[in-house]
């Protein structure tokens, strides 16, 4: 049987990034199917359709949301915090034949560097370090405008070696 889980994990550090862009973007509305409305955020994944699409074009959509994706994390050595990559993949939403759906994507992504460049800390425990990457897509996907901001952040270290504190 597994030991039991202590201390502070990617799963923590990935839902205080959660809460803290629902609290950042709790009062923003954006361009929606029907009218304006707010952002959804999703952990890892957009949930799988229940239906034949039926809300694809209502106000219902998944759209626009933020996906908060762990993608990958890193421990150097013993004493420094863990890493973890945390992947903020954006989506808004626009059928204008202007095409400037774009632009409340960089928004998103302007509104979130600039968080975290005043508040890094987050969730009372944990932090974002740097790069910061952010990147928007190219891609032509009608109606949809796609972004991701990349952060590390720093998950504290609390653990403490149980073979060598035995020794001590």
């Known amino acids: 049987m597994a030991e039991k889980i202590t201390g502070y994990t990617s799963e923590m550090c990935q839902q205080a990034m959660i809460d803290e862009l629902k609290e950042l973007f709790r ?3 954006f361009k929606g199917q029907e009218s304006e409305k707010s952002l959804k955020i999703f952990k890892q994944f957009i949930p799988s359709p229940t239906d034949d699409d039926d809300d694809v074009d209502t106000n219902e959509s998944n759209f626009p949301c ?3 994706s762990r993608t990958s994390g ?3 050595n013993e004493k420094d915090p ?3 990559l945390l992947q903020l993949i954006i989506c808004c939403y626009d059928p204008e034949t202007d095409r400037q759906g774009y632009e409340d ?3 998103i992504i302007e509104a979130i560097m600039q968080h975290f460049k005043r508040k890094p800390v987050f969730g009372e425990a944990f932090k974002v370090g740097y790069p910061r990457k952010w990147e928007l897509s190219d891609d032509d996907m009608d109606f949809y405008y796609w972004g991701i ?3 590390i952040c720093e998950t504290p270290n609390t ?4 073979e060598v504190e035995a020794l001590i």
């Not at 653990?159 to 149980?162: A, C, M, V, W």
Request: proline share 0%.
């Open 82 to 84: 863990q890493l973890v």
């Open 74 to 76: 890193e421990v150097v």
């Open 66 to 68: 933020i996906i908060v």
């Open 105 to 107: 994507t960089g928004n």
């Open 149 to 151: 901001v990349n952060l």
């Open 159 to 162: 653990l403490k070696n149980e």
């Open 27 to 29: 009062d923003m509305k």
